[in-house]
């Protein structure tokens, strides 16, 4: 069965590199159009589902990929000089043909990985507390932040006086630095009580380029959504937060 992949840079950037980050591993399903994969970290407190559209993903029925080693299918990939390229799936394998390159990479069986057991889109019609826009300068700016307040990986999230702060400190510890900055002006809800989660999820966003990050909070499951987008690409990080 032939795969294609119209945009090998974005399919790299916005699809593998996202998935590389949060684990090594993962499970690829190709079918209607596009190349999707649910994952998650180690501890289960990050989850990842990323999206790549294209009108015709593959030329054969829904297929399950297993990829073992997510990095190394990158550094496969980045030895290819096409932009637009076509991968055959045979059986337990990748391969690819051109001129100048051949590579054959080789799959997990299937049943060894599995993926999270949870329903993105039910967790997307959650009641959110906050809903707001973050633009990448923006987290860039927490980043450098960041780098003052080394007691601490948290952050806390909460609005003020019509604005979306993010606070980096830890609540529960004395003589704790303090970071703190405006993330909007523009939101919807509200979030009067400051809630916590590991600033790990922000920097591992961060090395994904994007304009802006749609982020949605509920207080009550203590789930986070950050959602990037883009013209053929999406991105649905699922994140719980500490408590306290």
Do not use: W
């Not at 996202?18 to 591993?25: D, Y």
């Not at 599995?114 to 987290?139: G, H, Q, W």
């Not at 509920?218 to 013209?231: P, R, T």
């Amino acid at each position: 069965m032939k795969i294609s992949i119209s945009d090998k840079s974005t399919f790299v950037n916005k699809f593998l590199n996202p998935l590389n980050k949060v684990n090594e591993n993962a499970i690829l399903k190709i079918d209607d159009g596009k190349i999707s994969s649910l994952i998650s970290t180690n501890d289960g407190t990050l989850i990842l589902y990323t999206e790549y559209r294209q009108e015709e993903a593959s030329d054969g029925p829904k297929t399950i990929l297993n990829i073992p080693d997510i990095n190394k299918f990158i550094k496969v990939l980045s030895c290819t000089t096409e932009q637009s390229l076509d991968i055959v799936f045979d059986k337990n394998c990748l391969v690819y043909k051109s001129q100048d390159i051949k590579f054959k990479y080789h799959l997990l069986e299937d049943g060894i990985l599995s993926s999270p057991a949870v329903n993105v889109s039910k967790v997307k019609e959650l009641n959110f507390d906050v809903s707001f826009t973050m633009s990448s300068s923006t987290v860039l700016s927490l980043l450098k932040g960041s780098t003052f307040t080394t007691d601490t990986n948290k952050i806390y999230f909460h609005t003020e006086d019509g604005k979306v702060h993010g606070k980096l400190t830890d609540m529960q510890k004395h003589n704790v630095d303090v970071y703190s900055q405006v993330l909007t002006d523009k939101f919807n809800g509200s979030l009067s009580d400051p809630l916590p989660l590991s600033f790990e999820v922000m920097r591992m966003i961060s090395s994904i380029r994007f304009d802006s990050i749609d982020v949605h909070i509920n207080k009550e499951n203590n789930v986070y959504v950050f959602d990037i987008s883009g013209d053929n690409y999406k991105l649905n990080y699922i994140a719980s937060g500490y408590v306290g």
